[in-house]
T-cell receptor
């Protein structure tokens, strides 16, 4: 069983479109994240949810809207896609406040290409 | 605020040679430090972590790293490189909070020559 799974793995779309990426974890973790890896492989956190509550919201355009229907799922919706949104988006999870040491478990990534 | 600097974006070694990937960090609180490996078209996988216990940390695949507070370093080493070690390696720091917000370095691509 895949611990952290993301869909789709590849996404090619036109500028101005709206798209979503879904993430699910079966590790029983309380906290989930979205990280963006740009073309230079630089990884930066975008959002974090703990038990469905937003706890980290970095400087991200409000075209990006995360949603967590339950603690095992964290989706990312992107409106009005721009060329600069092309990147690999990684979902990750970790144990929650009760004992976490910051160790993250990553999905395989969703490569978004905006044309 | 936290930051990580990985010295050398590319490191090339021969098979069987020592691997040394450098990482220096900055943190205003006692840090947790991590090394992750990313193989092509895959997600990141944890190699090892330092969480304020032993300063010499052993990880998977024969890798180890030593936390040196005086040098603010957490360099990754492996005595003998294998072809399968070719990948990109990321050093990361967190501030000891429970929310796992990691700050990553820029990554180091390791190439292993036969």
């Amino acid at each position: 069983d895949t611990a952290v799974s993301q869909t789709p793995k590849y996404l090619v779309t036109q500028m101005g479109n709206d798209k979503s990426i879904k993430c699910e974890q079966n590790l029983g973790h309380d906290t989930m994240y979205w990280y963006k890896q740009d073309s230079k492989k630089f990884l930066k956190i975008m959002f974090s949810y703990n038990n469905k509550e937003l706890i980290i919201n970095e400087t991200v355009p409000n075209r990006f809207s995360p949603k967590s229907p339950d603690k095992a799922h964290l989706n990312l919706h992107i409106n009005s896609l721009e060329l600069g949104d092309s990147a690999v988006y990684f979902c990750a999870s970790s144990q929650g406040p009760s004992g976490g040491t910051g160790e993250l478990f990553f999905g395989e990534g969703s490569r978004l290409t905006v044309l | 605020a936290q930051s990580v600097t990985q010295l050398g974006s590319h490191v090339s070694v021969s098979e069987g040679a020592l691997v040394l990937l450098r990482c220096n960090y900055s943190s205003s609180v006692p840090p947790y430090l991590f090394w992750y490996v990313q193989y092509p078209n895959q997600g990141l996988q944890l190699l090892l972590k330092y969480t304020s216990a032993a300063t010499l940390v052993k990880g998977i695949n024969g890798f180890e790293a030593e936390f040196k507070k005086s040098e603010t370093s957490f360099h990754l080493t492996k005595p003998s490189a294998h072809m399968s070690d070719a990948a990109e390696y990321f050093c990361a720091v967190s501030g000891g909070t429970s929310y796992g917000k990691l700050t990553f370095g820029q990554g180091t691509i390791l190439t292993v020559h036969p």
